[in-house]
Protein backbone atom coordinates (compact mmCIF):
# COMPACT_ATOMS: atom_id res chain seq x y z
CA UNK A 1 0.00 0.00 0.00
CA UNK A 2 1.28 3.13 -1.26
CA UNK A 3 1.47 6.22 1.90
CA UNK A 4 2.36 9.42 1.46
CA UNK A 5 2.45 10.64 5.04
CA UNK A 6 3.32 14.79 5.73
CA UNK A 7 4.10 16.23 8.94
CA UNK A 8 5.92 19.38 10.34
CA UNK A 9 2.91 21.98 10.04
CA UNK A 10 1.69 23.93 12.33
CA UNK A 11 0.99 27.65 13.70
CA UNK A 12 3.47 30.08 13.18
CA UNK A 13 3.94 34.02 13.65
CA UNK A 14 4.30 35.73 10.18
CA UNK A 15 8.81 35.82 9.87
CA UNK A 16 8.93 32.47 11.51
CA UNK A 17 9.71 28.99 10.37
CA UNK A 18 8.88 25.47 9.53
CA UNK A 19 10.35 22.31 8.45
CA UNK A 20 7.90 19.97 6.87
CA UNK A 21 8.54 16.23 5.86
CA UNK A 22 7.35 13.62 3.58
CA UNK A 23 8.23 9.93 3.69
CA UNK A 24 7.07 7.47 1.68
CA UNK A 25 6.44 4.13 2.12
CA UNK A 26 5.47 0.98 -0.42
CA UNK A 27 6.54 2.33 -3.55
CA UNK A 28 9.56 3.74 -4.92
CA UNK A 29 10.96 6.68 -4.01
CA UNK A 30 14.57 7.09 -4.64
CA UNK A 31 14.53 7.24 -8.63
CA UNK A 32 11.47 9.78 -8.48
CA UNK A 33 11.46 13.61 -8.97
CA UNK A 34 9.22 14.83 -5.67
CA UNK A 35 7.05 17.86 -5.28
CA UNK A 36 5.62 20.14 -2.70
CA UNK A 37 1.92 21.65 -3.38
CA UNK A 38 0.06 24.11 -1.56
CA UNK A 39 -3.81 24.65 -1.61
CA UNK A 40 -5.19 27.16 0.12
CA UNK A 41 -9.19 27.96 0.48
CA UNK A 42 -11.05 28.16 -1.96
CA UNK A 43 -7.93 28.38 -4.36
CA UNK A 44 -6.78 25.92 -6.46
CA UNK A 45 -3.88 23.94 -5.60
CA UNK A 46 -0.66 25.69 -6.81
CA UNK A 47 3.08 24.17 -6.97
CA UNK A 48 5.65 25.07 -4.36
CA UNK A 49 8.78 23.10 -5.23
CA UNK A 50 10.30 20.34 -6.43
CA UNK A 51 13.65 18.17 -6.93
CA UNK A 52 14.61 15.56 -9.04
CA UNK A 53 15.45 12.41 -7.84
CA UNK A 54 18.85 12.64 -7.80
CA UNK A 55 18.83 16.04 -6.03
CA UNK A 56 20.96 17.74 -8.96
CA UNK A 57 17.99 20.42 -9.74
CA UNK A 58 15.07 21.84 -7.97
CA UNK A 59 12.42 24.31 -8.94
CA UNK A 60 10.65 26.88 -6.91
CA UNK A 61 7.18 29.24 -7.15
CA UNK A 62 7.99 32.86 -7.33
CA UNK A 63 6.58 33.47 -4.27
CA UNK A 64 8.50 31.08 -2.31
CA UNK A 65 12.07 31.55 -4.03
CA UNK A 66 14.53 32.37 -1.76
CA UNK A 67 12.86 32.14 1.56
CA UNK A 68 11.75 27.72 0.98
CA UNK A 69 14.35 25.71 0.17
CA UNK A 70 13.31 21.27 -0.90
CA UNK A 71 15.84 18.79 0.01
CA UNK A 72 15.68 14.81 0.00
CA UNK A 73 17.13 11.99 1.85
CA UNK A 74 17.01 9.10 -0.41
CA UNK A 75 18.18 6.85 2.38
CA UNK A 76 15.50 7.68 4.47
CA UNK A 77 12.78 7.64 1.48
CA UNK A 78 12.13 11.11 2.97
CA UNK A 79 12.02 15.01 0.79
CA UNK A 80 12.13 17.88 3.25
CA UNK A 81 10.69 21.91 2.80
CA UNK A 82 12.16 24.11 4.62
CA UNK A 83 9.89 27.48 5.26
CA UNK A 84 11.93 30.91 6.06
CA UNK A 85 10.61 33.90 6.20
CA UNK A 86 6.87 33.36 6.36
CA UNK A 87 3.93 35.01 5.63
CA UNK A 88 0.31 34.97 6.42
CA UNK A 89 0.17 34.24 2.25
CA UNK A 90 1.82 31.16 3.34
CA UNK A 91 -1.59 29.79 4.47
CA UNK A 92 -2.19 26.44 3.11
CA UNK A 93 -2.85 23.10 3.07
CA UNK A 94 1.10 21.41 1.90
CA UNK A 95 1.01 18.30 -0.14
CA UNK A 96 3.69 16.17 -1.19
CA UNK A 97 3.39 14.28 -4.14
CA UNK A 98 5.77 11.81 -6.33
CA UNK A 99 6.38 11.83 -10.37
CA UNK A 100 4.90 9.55 -12.74
CA UNK A 101 7.97 8.40 -14.09
CA UNK A 102 11.22 7.52 -12.91
CA UNK A 103 14.53 9.25 -13.39
CA UNK A 104 12.88 12.43 -15.08
CA UNK A 105 15.85 14.64 -15.11
CA UNK A 106 14.12 18.01 -15.04
CA UNK A 107 10.83 18.85 -12.27
CA UNK A 108 7.73 19.52 -13.23
CA UNK A 109 5.28 22.11 -11.84
CA UNK A 110 2.03 20.53 -12.75
CA UNK A 111 -0.36 18.46 -10.48
CA UNK A 112 -1.21 16.36 -13.77
CA UNK A 113 2.38 14.44 -13.37
CA UNK A 114 2.73 13.66 -10.10
CA UNK A 115 0.37 10.16 -9.10
CA UNK A 116 0.89 9.56 -5.89
CA UNK A 117 0.18 12.54 -3.04
CA UNK A 118 -0.18 12.65 0.86
CA UNK A 119 -2.93 13.58 2.83
CA UNK A 120 -1.60 17.16 3.82
CA UNK A 121 -0.77 18.95 6.17
CA UNK A 122 -1.56 22.44 7.56
CA UNK A 123 0.07 25.24 7.67
CA UNK A 124 -0.92 28.18 9.46
CA UNK A 125 0.70 32.10 9.70
CA UNK A 126 -0.57 34.66 11.77
CA UNK A 127 0.33 38.51 11.09
Known amino acids: QVQLVESGGGLVQAGGSLRLSCALS????????MGWFRQAPGKEREFVAAITWNGGSTSYADSVKGRFTISRDNAKNTVYLQMNSLKPEDTAVYYC????????????????????WGQGTQVTVSS
Open 97 to 116: ARDTKSFRGIVLVTTSTYDY
Open 26 to 33: GRTFSTYA
